[in-house]
C-alpha cells in the first residue's frame, strides 16, 4: 500500500513538473564582454531568431529575454566592430545564466563610432550604478550628494557644503574611491575633507557595498566607489556634451561641457577633453543665511588614447581645485558662546547673502595623472599595466588675530604613486580570473610658516600587495572567490616644541574572499558574498594631536592602535518581474580592534576659540543592516519606488551604540509620464518624499540631543525637445519644497545650525 502511494505521488510530481515546463516562462540571462580584456559591451544586440525577439545589452553588458518556452533555440549577438556570435541553446525548466565573448573584427566604419574598453567590475557582492537617466538627474551636485541616490548610502557631511560618501555607515579612509581606475589618495581621513572629484566626468558611478580588500587593497573595507568617464572612441567622431545647473540657494551656477573625438587617419586614436566651473553664496536655511557657506570650485581633464587588436594605451590628466567656507559660528570665543550656540540651535551672527569668502575655509588642489596599457599575449591571456600619480595640497584657514589671516593654519602636501601590474585570463572553459601585485608609495609634508604645531606628522608610506582572483560561470550559478597578502611601512617624525618625535611603524595582513549567485527561478535570483578585509590605522588616527580647524575641534590619536581587521557577509536577494522589481541587500560586517572618533564632553580653549574635544579609541565592532529598493509600474506612463536603509553598529565590548551612524530612513515617490505618442519619455513629473527618522541609539555622551526625525517633500518636472538631429534636456528640481527646518544627524555642524531649506534648480544638457 506504501508503495502505490509513493508510486502515485511520483507520477503526480512528475505529470506538475512535465506541465510546468511547458509553460512559456523560461528566462535568458547573460552577459556579453570584449574577449580580449573581459570589459562589458554596452548596446550590443541580443535576439532569438525562432522568436524574432531581441533586447540590447545595458552599460554593464547585461540582457535578461523572458517568457521563452522550452526547446531549442538559436541565439544572434551583435555588435558593430566585431564579430558577430551565433549559438544553438537548449533551454529546459528554470533559467540560463551564460556569458558571451565577442571578438574585435576590422571593419571598415565609415565614421561610425566604435567605443574603446571601459572599466567595469563584475562581483557577486552588492552592486548598483547610476548612469543614463538618473546620473543625468544628479548633475551639479557632490559625489556624495549624487550618491544618495543609492540604498544604503548616505553622506557625512560638516554643514550644507562639504559631504562625503557613507556605505552601510563607512566613510573616509574605509572606502575607496576610483577615479577612472586609480585610488584617489587625498586627506580623506578628515570628516570634513570632501573627495577631491569632479562628477562631471563619470558616465557611470558604481557603488561595490561588500569587504574588496583582496580586489582593490587596505582602505576597501567598507566598499568601493567607481567614477568612470566615457570610453574613448577609435573611429572618426566629434561629439559634444553641455550641462548648465543653476541653483536657488546658494544662487549657485555651474557649467560643464565635454568634447569626445576619434582620428579618422589613425585607427583607433581617440580622445576626450572635460572641463567644468561651480560657484556659490551663502546657503540658506529656512529661517536665515548661513555666514561663510559659499564656495567655488574648477576642474579639467584629458584623455587620448590608442588602441588596435593587440595593443591597448591611454593616458589621462586632471586637475580639481577648491575653495569652500567653513561657518564662522562653528569657531566659538569660549566656552559660554559654545554652550549658548548649541542651546540655541542657530547662529548668532545675521549674515546675508554674499559670494564673498572670508576665515574659516579651505583651500584644496589635486592633480592626477595616469598611464595605462594592456596587451594580448594571446586569445585567452592579457598583460595589464597602469601607473598613476598624485599630488594634493591642502589648506585650511582659520580666524586669528592681527594680519595672520592670510597663515594657512594647515598646509600639507601628499605625494602619491600607484602601480599596478597583472594578467587577465579568459578561458573557454567558463574560467576567468587575475593574478597581479600592486603598489603605492606615498609621502606627506607640512608646509613651514604655519605657526602651528602640525596636526599630523611627516611621514612616508610603502604598500606592496599581490592578489590572485578567480570566477567560474556555468548555467544558473557563479562562483568567485581571491587571495591577498599586502605589507605597508609607514615613517613619521615631525616637531613638538623643540622635542623631535619619530615612528616607525610596520603592517601586513591576508584578505580572502568567496561568492556566488544562483538563478533560483526565471525572475528570482541570490547573491551571497563572504568576505575578510583589514586596514591600518591612518596617520591621523596615531598622530593628532591638536587642533583640526577645517572640523573645528580638537583630535587625540593613539600611536599603538592596531589595524582594524574585518569579515562581512553580504546577501542580496532580487526579484525582477513584468511590472515590478525588488532587491533586498542584508549584511554583518564584525571588525575586529574597530577605530572610531568618540566626543569626550570636554573642551579646549585657546587664544583661537573653544572647541570640542575627540579622542580616538578601538573597540570589537558589528555593523549590521538592511537596503531595500523597488520599482512598480501601475501603467505604462505610471511608475512607483522606493527604497531604504537600516543600520546598526554596536561596541560589541560595552554594549552600546558607536556615535556618526546614519539613522533609518526611507525614500519613495511617484512618477507619471506623458507626452507625444511613441515617445511618452518626452515629459516626465516624479513627487518623492524623504523620510528619516531619529537616531536614538546614542552613546554615553554627545555634545546635544540627537535632533528630531524629518520628512522632505521633493519634486523634478524632466522634459525633452528635440534640437535639429539632437536632443535637449531640460529639468526642473525642487528639494525641500515645504521649505522644512530640519537637522541631520550625521551633519557634524549641527549643533550650530539647521540644513540647508528649499531648493530649486534648472538644469540643462544639450549633446551634439
Not at 80 to 85: A, Q
Not at 126 to 142: D, K, M, N, P, T
Not at 341 to 369: E, R
Amino acid at each position: 500500500m506504501i508503495q502505490k502511494a509513493i508510486l502515485l505521488l511520483v507520477l503526480i510530481l512528475s505529470l506538475n513538473s512535465a506541465l510546468h515546463a511547458q509553460k512559456c516562462e523560461l528566462v535568458l540571462r547573460g552577459r556579453v564582454l570584449h574577449k580580449e580584456n573581459n570589459q562589458p559591451i554596452e548596446a550590443a544586440y541580443v535576439w532569438i531568431l525562432e522568436s524574432k525577439s531581441g533586447i540590447s545589452t545595458d552599460a554593464n553588458g547585461n540582457f535578461i529575454l523572458r517568457d521563452l518556452c522550452p526547446g531549442k533555440y538559436t541565439l544572434q549577438i551583435q555588435y558593430l566592430g566585431h564579430k558577430e556570435i551565433k549559438q544553438q541553446l537548449t533551454l529546459n525548466a528554470g533559467s540560463s545564466n551564460q556569458t558571451f565573448l565577442m571578438e574585435e573584427e576590422a571593419v571598415d566604419l565609415g565614421g561610425v563610432e566604435v567605443h574603446g574598453h571601459r572599466e567595469s567590475v563584475q562581483t557577486t557582492t552588492a552592486v548598483q550604478s547610476l548612469y543614463g537617466e538618473e546620473l543625468l538627474q544628479s548633475r551639479g551636485e557632490s559625489l556624495g550628494e549624487s550618491l544618495k541616490r543609492v540604498a544604503g548610502v548616505t553622506t557625512f557631511s560638516t554643514g550644507n557644503t562639504i559631504s562625503k560618501p557613507v556605505i552601510h555607515g563607512m566613510h573616509s579612509n574605509r572606502i575607496l574611491i576610483l577615479n577612472n581606475g586609480i585610488r584617489l589618495e587625498g586627506q580623506q581621513w578628515g570628516a570634513e575633507h570632501a573627495p577631491e572629484i569632479d562628477p562631471f566626468l563619470a558616465e557611470e558611478i558604481t557603488v561595490i557595498k561588500g569587504a574588496e580588500t583582496v580586489r582593490f587593497g587596505p582602505e576597501a573595507i567598507g566598499g568601493v566607489i567607481l567614477v568612470n568617464p566615457a570610453a574613448l572612441p577609435t573611429s572618426k567622431i566629434s561629439t559634444t556634451e553641455i550641462n548648465l545647473v543653476g541653483s536657488s540657494n546658494g544662487r549657485a551656477g555651474n557649467v560643464s561641457v565635454t568634447h569626445v573625438g576619434g582620428s579618422g587617419k589613425i585607427a583607433g586614436l581617440g580622445y576626450r577633453i572635460q572641463g567644468s566651473s561651480k560657484k556659490a553664496g551663502n546657503i540658506q536655511a529656512p529661517n536665515y543665511f548661513q555666514g561663510n557657506t559659499g564656495m567655488s570650485e574648477t576642474s579639467f581633464s584629458g584623455a587620448l588614447g590608442y588602441s588596435s587588436k593587440k595593443l591597448g594605451t591611454e593616458a589621462y590628466y586632471s586637475f580639481f581645485r577648491t575653495e569652500l567656507g567653513i561657518l564662522q559660528d562653528a569657531h566659538t570665543g569660549n566656552l559660554s558662546d559654545l554652550q549658548q550656540i548649541i542651546k540655541n540651535g542657530a547662529p548668532f551672527t545675521q549674515a546675508a547673502f554674499t559670494y564673498s569668502l572670508d576665515n574659516p575655509k579651505q583651500v584644496v588642489a589635486h592633480h592626477l595623472a595616469k598611464l595605462k596599457a594592456h596587451y594580448h599575449l594571446n586569445p585567452s591571456w592579457k598583460l595589464n599595466f597602469q601607473y598613476g600619480f598624485q599630488a594634493n595640497h591642502r589648506q585650511e584657514f582659520d580666524r586669528r588675530r592681527g594680519n595672520r589671516n592670510a597663515r594657512p593654519s594647515l598646509d600639507l602636501e601628499l605625494f602619491t604613486n600607484t602601480l599596478e601590474v597583472f594578467v587577465d585570463h579568459n578561458l573557454k572553459s567558463n574560467w576567468t580570473g587575475s593574478l597581479g601585485v600592486h603598489l603605492i608609495q606615498q609621502a606627506n609634508s607640512n608646509v613651514p610658516g604655519t605657526g602651528v604645531t602640525p596636526l599630523i606628522p611627516n611621514y612616508d608610506m610603502f604598500n606592496g600587495g599581490i592578489f590572485l582572483m578567480e570566477k567560474y560561470l556555468k548555467g544558473p550559478l557563479e562562483l568567485e572567490g581571491g587571495l591577498r597578502f599586502d605589507y605597508r611601512t609607514v615613517t613619521a617624525a615631525r616637531y613638538v616644541g623643540n622635542e623631535l618625535q619619530k615612528a616607525d611603524l610596520s603592517y601586513q595582513n591576508a584578505s580572502a574572499f568567496f561568492g556566488g549567485l544562483y538563478q533560483l527561478s526565471p525572475s528570482l535570483s541570490f547573491t551571497s558574498n563572504l568576505g575578510t578585509a583589514w586596514r591600518p590605522p591612518n596617520v591621523n588616527e596615531l598622530f593628532s594631536q591638536g587642533l583640526h580647524h577645517g572640523a573645528a575641534a580638537v583630535e587625540i590619536g593613539d600611536a599603538n592602535l592596531n589595524s582594524e581587521k574585518s569579515l562581512k557577509w553580504v546577501n542580496g536577494l532580487t526579484y525582477e518581474g513584468k511590472r515590478s522589481t525588488l532587491e533586498l541587500t542584508g549584511y554583518a560586517n564584525k571588525i575586529r580592534d574597530y577605530i572610531y572618533l568618540n566626543p569626550t564632553g570636554e573642551t579646549f580653549v585657546s587664544l583661537r576659540g573653544t572647541f570640542n574635544v575627540y579622542e580616538y579609541l578601538q573597540a570589537d565592532a558589528l555593523f549590521y543592516g538592511l537596503d531595500v529598493s523597488g520599482t512598480y509600474s501601475f501603467s505604462d506612463q505610471f511608475n512607483g519606488y522606493a527604497k531604504g536603509s537600516i543600520i546598526r553598529a554596536k561596541n560589541m565590548e560595552t554594549e552600546r551604540f558607536f556615535p556618526f551612524i546614519p539613522s533609518d530612513r526611507m525614500d519613495w515617490g511617484l512618477s507619471y509620464s506623458f507626452g507625444a505618442k511613441g515617445i511618452k519619455e518626452s515629459n516626465r513629473l516624479t513627487v518623492s518624499n524623504l523620510l528619516v527618522s531619529r537616531q536614538n541609539r546614542e552613546p554615553n555622551f554627545d555634545l546635544a540631543p540627537a535632533p528630531a526625525g524629518y520628512g522632505l517633500l521633493n519634486v523634478d518636472y524632466a522634459k525633452k525637445i528635440q534640437v535639429a538631429k539632437n536632443e535637449l534636456s531640460i529639468s526642473v528640481q525642487v528639494s525641500n519644497l515645504l521649505n522644512t527646518e530640519f537637522k541631520e544627524y550625521m551633519n557634524r555642524f549641527r549643533y550650530f545650525t539647521a540644513d540647508m531649506g528649499r531648493n530649486f534648480q534648472l538644469k540643462f544638457n544639450y549633446q551634439f
